[in-house]
C-alpha cells in the first residue's frame, strides 16, 4: 500500500496495480471494484469525494 487516508469515519487504503481498499475501523478491509493498473500513490477523502491519484496521470473519484 503506498497511502491510507482518514476521514468521516473511513479509511481508504490506495496501492500498485490499481488496488483501493476501504475499512470502517482498520482491522476489516475490503476492496473497491476499480478497472486501472497502475499504481495509485495518493489519496484525499472528505465528506463529498474521494479522490486518488496515481502514475501516468490517473486520477479517480469517487463519493464516499
Known sequence: LNKVAWADGQYVAVGNSGIILTSRDGI????AKTDCLYALRDVAVSKNAVVVVGYYGTILTATP
Open 28 to 31: 476489516q478491509w475490503a476492496a
